[in-house]
């Protein structure tokens, strides 16, 4: 069962105080400044979340949201675990691609179809275990005001980052028994339907370049339709990270899904003397609230650069990425407390 604390935090935190760090010049590693984490955000306009009884899976999620101009429906089918594998259809592959080009999540080709009346959506697919799935989902608009300020993922897809959620809309999704070909979790009897819009935004675990180069405003943009911005600022001879912000081109409009902000500007990382060690306080924000907060660790080696980002607060994201470059690329791994 779910905790209702998961569904009604409104908790939102201070930013963190920064950490005190010196560094010294040495001849840079590199050219331009280093990249030392990949950030992702996703606004989910529509989700309906079913919260299972019974089966291999703990939580069905059924949503949309546009990928430029393209609306597309993707499934997630989460185990009790926290596994999370994301289904979707074949003429939506190149807009999945660069969904999760940055959050390796495991997917597969459902043929989720959905099409629609004035009342209710119907969808149809392939579960992974090859049987047909039929549901009738009725429409609602969505709440015109935030909800819940919720950072909690709920255990879904820990090994994939450090993410928070702005949980923007939240309403009960009334469904029948013969609209949905399973049982559902009850809470004070009644069964765990909702139908939510939320902002996803965090640091990845993934591998990436870590070398790119600075535009005109000293910033480095990576992605399409969905992309980060890594602000520099300069500091005599050193370009220091002062904030990544990650944005999704969601129909004619660019949404800024969250901002990973730094209490003091990380340093620039071609000049960390040899075996030396530096710390910085970070905070994910999302809609202008600080949700989490997140603590990273570099290291300069004779042959590489270690890389450590440690969720810290609130408790349910204390767990850590782990980062090692290797040539020009950093490999992250998560671990979990």
């Not at 905790?3 to 920064?18: E, T």
């Not at 950490?19 to 840079?28: G, R, S, V």
Request: with cysteine; glycine share 4%; hydrophobic share 35%.
């Amino acid at each position: 069962m779910n905790p209702l604390s998961y569904f009604i935090s409104k908790r939102s935190i201070k930013a963190p105080p920064p950490i005190a760090n010196t560094y010294q010049c040495e001849n840079p590693l590199t050219g331009p400044p280093i990249i030392p984490c990949m950030t992702f955000g996703l606004y989910f306009d529509c989700d309906y979340v079913f919260c299972m009884s019974e089966g291999p899976y703990s939580m069905l999620e059924i949503s949309s949201t546009y990928i430029g101009e393209k609306k597309i429906w993707f499934t997630l089918e989460s185990k009790p675990n926290g596994e999370q594998i994301a289904g979707y259809n074949k003429l939506d592959e190149k807009e999945v691609t660069e969904l999760f080009s940055v959050l390796k999540i495991k997917s597969y080709l459902n043929e989720i179809t959905v099409t629609e009346d004035d009342k209710f959506y119907f969808v149809n697919y392939s579960n992974k275990e090859k049987k047909s799935i039929s549901l009738k989902l009725r429409r609602s608009p969505p709440s015109n005001t935030p909800f819940f300020l919720n950072g909690n993922t709920m255990n879904h897809s820990k090994d994939l980052g450090l993410f928070s959620i702005f949980l923007s809309s939240l309403k009960y999704n009334r469904v029948c028994k013969n609209d949905i070909p399973f049982s559902l979790q009850k809470l004070l009897g009644i069964p765990m339907s909702f139908k939510i819009s939320q902002t996803v935004f965090g640091c990845a675990a993934t591998s990436f370049q870590y070398q790119q180069v600075l535009n005109e405003n000293n910033e480095v943009i990576i992605g399409d339709n969905l992309f980060s911005k890594f602000h520099f600022i300069k500091n005599n001879d050193y370009y220091e990270l002062k904030s990544i912000q990650s944005f999704h081109k969601y129909k004619d409009t660019e949404k800024k899904t969250g901002e990973l902000v730094f209490a003091s500007p990380l340093p620039d990382l071609r000049f960390l003397n040899m075996n030396q060690s530096f710390s910085q306080n970070a905070s994910i924000k999302i809609n202008g609230k600080h949700l989490s907060h997140l603590k990273f660790t570099i290291t300069r080696t004779s042959r590489n650069l270690v890389y450590s980002i440690k969720g810290t607060s609130p408790s349910w994201i204390r767990r850590s990425l782990k980062g090692v470059q290797m040539k020009s690329v950093i490999n992250y791994r998560i671990e979990n407390e």
